[in-house]
């Protein structure tokens, strides 16, 4: 029997918190769950009425709050989505808790992303409060802290990569509009397998440090057949140009107006996505969890018929 665990996720009302802490109460008996929230009235009754769940409401910099909802945990994991100030600050006072509670052991950054660990701070720039939050760890980790971080890493988020805010998929003119060669490694992985993967990780209690998982990798060229298989129909393709016209255009956006964040951001996402710099794979964690089954590309899609993969993102389990 697996000893009792108890694991705190900050940001549980946000759709991939309460993502995570629903995997980990289905799939992990043994936890029991603290989540921190401004409003956890927010959340359905499967978390406010469950024996397995003690809720704490207050802000991310509220010192008091804060330490108030880490007492007691053994693992905390940080859901927050947010500005700099959100994912840097916050996140700074949520893992100087930890480590005045005396009981955390190990903190899981809010990560889920391509590599960043291979990127230099202002290339990939939202992905930068990750890299100093990652720095800020591994600080308190050689001075002999207690608190050790975790991070995972999934590649691109198979929903969001197909949404409407990449504008990649036309569900209406049945087009995929890419950049580069078409021989480009499309790594992803999605929420549900991304938040069933930290679950396991969280549940491990030796698990520290870098952890890559990854539902799939293929090129768009194997995604269309893909789509042939699963949809009866081959996407129209629509290149805009190669990677280093993409390049050229997110930074020429940028400049012109830095302050409409959207238009460029992203070009830069899909950028250092395909460019190979900040490839998860090919070597993985997944065999160290396989109780975990990797959701495929083609499981994604299946999944979902073509005209809804667009809303993929909006549509996350409740």
Same mark, same amino acid.
């Given at each position: ?6 694991? *705190?996720?900050? *940001? ?6 309460r993502?995570?802490?629903?995997k980990?109460?289905l ?21 406010? #009425?469950?024996?397995r769940?003690?809720l ?28 700099d ?14 480590? *005045?509670s ?19 701070l ?26 050790r971080?975790v ?20 569900a209406e ?7 580069g ?8 992985t ?37 789509f ?20 050229v255009?997110?930074?020429?956006t ?21 460019? *190979? ?6 070597? #993985?964690?997944?065999?160290k ?5 990797p ?8 999944k ?15």
């Open positions: 029997m697996s000893t009792p665990l108890t694991v *705190g996720v900050a *940001g549980i009302t946000g759709k991939f918190g993502l995570i802490a629903s980990l109460l799939n992990h008996p043994s936890i029991t769950v603290r989540g921190f929230a401004r409003t956890p009235s927010k959340l359905p009754e499967t978390f406010t #009425t469950s024996p769940v003690t704490f409401q207050g802000s991310a910099f509220d010192d008091a709050a804060l330490a108030r909802f880490v007492k007691g945990c053994d693992v905390v994991i940080c859901a927050y989505l947010g500005d100030n959100l994912m840097v600050d916050g996140q700074t006072k949520l893992i100087d808790a930890c480590e *005045g005396g009981t955390v052991t190990r903190y899981v950054a809010s990560d889920w992303s391509l590599d960043y660990t291979k990127l230099k202002g290339e990939l720039f939202p992905k930068d409060p990750m890299i100093k939050i990652k720095g800020y760890l591994d600080e308190k980790a050689a001075r002999g802290d207690r608190v971080g991070h995972v890493l999934i590649g691109g988020f198979m929903d969001a990569i197909l949404s409407q805010f990449y504008g990649i998929w036309e003119g049945r087009r995929l509009k890419f950049w060669e078409g021989e480009e490694v499309w790594e992803g999605s929420y549900e397998n991304a938040a069933e993967f930290t679950a396991a990780v969280v549940a491990d209690r030796g698990a520290v440090g870098v952890k890559r998982f990854l539902g799939d990798r293929k090129t768009l060229n194997e995604i269309v057949g893909l042939e298989q699963v949809y009866g129909f081959k996407p129209t393709l629509e290149r805009q140009g190669s990677l280093e016209e993409l390049k255009l997110m930074h020429k940028r400049a012109e107006n830095p302050a409409d964040f959207f238009s460029y951001m992203r070009m830069f996402y899909q950028y250092y996505w395909l460019n *190979g710099q900040t490839l998860v794979g090919p070597e #993985t964690d997944n065999t969890h396989p109780e975990v089954k959701e495929t590309w083609e499981d994604f899609l299946r979902r018929t073509s005209e809804e993969l667009s809303q993929a993102m909006v549509a996350l389990t409740q």
